[in-house]
């Protein structure tokens, strides 16, 4: 085959092989292989789209142009995170943490875990980009007493107070020491109901004021008060009476008002 007749034909099939990954909304950016990317991504989220029932954690890769969010939270922030990324799909690519976020300790653990997994140069050809706005949250794993693996106020608090600071701390270095160029953005942690298992009502404003202490300290990272925007409609946005989770209505509100947010640091 003449070298002329044999580049044009290679040309044509990367060519095809571009539109066939196009059309399923993969895309090369950076050096990424979006295959790759995507496969990673699923073996380290594992079912946890299933067991949450959400498409929360469906495979997102970054997109030429468009600025990276990730969300970081516990199960309040899974529930709206899937409002917060179809709000800002125009604006933003938005991926949320792999999993649930759990407590102040096991943060810098997940991060660490995401970056191994999906970033060069530990995945080839994984993702290469830098966030450009972090969202976050930790507490309500923090205030939570457990007997074994069960809540249970007889049990032991996960995280004291003190504890609490010195790992939000932690965590505040860490992020502003891995991605300096990217806007941080606390969200506090919203309420906890009378009656509601393992964990004691008023305590998230305990450890709310804990974590002002510690961000007093750096002023750069903004405070998104998802307990004073959520506490209002505590009665008619919970699932139910003593529950910390909310209903459709209330995770929707909460992830209009993420986004919100968000949309202002980009």
Known sequence: ??????????????????????????????????????????ALCGNVGSVYKTDAFNYKGPRAGKPNVLIYGDSISIMYSSTVIKSLQEKATVIRLFKNGGSSKDFIPNMNKMHDTMFQPNLEEGWNFKWDVIH??????????????????KGKQVSSISDYKLQLDAICTYLRTNYPEAKLIFATTTSVPEGAKGR?????????????????KY????????????????????????????????????????????????
Request: charged letters at 20%; one cysteine or more; proline letters at 3%.
């Open 136 to 153: 976050f949250n930790v507490g309500l794993h923090d205030l939570k007493y457990l007997k074994g693996k069960h809540l249970n106020l």
């Open 200 to 216: 004691k009502s008023g305590d998230s404003n305990l450890y709310n004021k804990a974590a002002l202490d510690v961000l007093n």
């Open 1 to 42: 085959m003449k070298r002329k007749t044999f580049v044009s034909l290679l040309g044509t099939a990367v060519l095809g092989f571009g539109v066939r990954l196009s059309c399923f909304g993969f895309k090369q950016t950076n050096g990424a292989n979006p295959i790759i990317c995507k496969k990673a991504w699923e």
């Open 219 to 266: 002023p750069d990272i903004q405070i998104n008060d998802l307990y004073a925007f959520t506490k209002p409609h505590q009665a008619s946005w919970a699932q139910e009476p003593g529950n910390v989770h909310y209903n459709s209505l209330g995770s929707q509100e909460q992830g209009k008002e993420v986004a919100r947010v968000i949309l202002e640091n980009l």
